[in-house]
């Protein structure tokens, strides 16, 4: 599981809330648990090791190459080919896993890279000289993303559970969450959650958020 809080004004992230969302989101990665912090930005992440076994591929994952770190939640089934594709482009690599690739993915081609990942995929990129905060989810929205932008703070997450435990973001409800809740089986529509200050990223879509 991944999540994060970033203070677009560059004011320092509450690392009490961070340890907080990370304790709910720990059932979801029991393998590893890792933070990174830069300026108002802090991550974490809770590991399933599937792919690469190795702590080279323990999250967050920091490229002091290309000045990137990332947070990933998913698995990219075409990373192999990728891995080559970016080789041959002068890329070099630390770590034998599918993380890593998307990292010089992104490098390489920016917010496009999306569009040449094959899987089921939530991560969210900061670069570190650019002060930019990228995030992404797959075409059907396996993976989810939840986040939570006010007060020029934003709160993600891959559960609303983790969100809320940040205490940084109120459980006010959603009307029409509510309304989708009762009339559509249960199913709320992205980017509505039941809750009015949390939302889900939509399938199939990225977003980027800039420094203040």
């Known amino acids: 599981g991944i999540c994060g809080i970033y203070h677009v004004d560059g004011k320092e992230p509450e690392f009490s809330s ?16 890792g933070t990174f912090s830069d300026g108002g930005m802090a991550l974490g992440h809770r590991r399933l090791s599937i792919i690469d076994l190795s702590e080279r591929s323990d ?42 690739v ?20 939530a991560f969210v990129i900061w670069d570190l000289h650019n002060k930019t905060c990228f995030m992404a ?12 932008f006010a007060d020029k703070t934003l709160v ?6 983790a969100i809320l435990a940040s205490k940084l973001v109120d459980k006010e409800i959603n009307p029409q969450g509510l309304h989708f809740q009762f009339s559509l089986h249960g199913v709320i529509p992205a980017p509505n959650t039941i809750l009015k200050n949390i939302k889900k990223l939509p399938p199939a879509h990225c977003m980027t958020i800039f420094a203040d």
């Open 137 to 148: 989810r797959d075409r059907l929205g396996i993976k989810p993303l939840y986040y939570s």
């Open 18 to 33: 961070l340890a907080a969302m990370l304790q709910k989101l720990a059932r979801r990665g029991p393998d590893h648990e």
């Open 156 to 161: 993600f997450a891959s559960t609303m559970q």
């Open 102 to 121: 998307i990292i010089k993915a992104y490098k390489q081609w920016g917010s496009a890279c999306v569009q040449r990942l094959h899987g089921m995929f």
């Open 59 to 100: 999250q967050p994952m920091v490229d002091s190459e290309s000045g990137l770190a990332i947070v990933f939640n998913g698995t990219i089934y075409n990373y192999p080919q990728l891995k080559r594709e970016l080789e041959s482009k002068g890329h070099h690599f630390f770590s034998s896993g599918d993380t890593e």
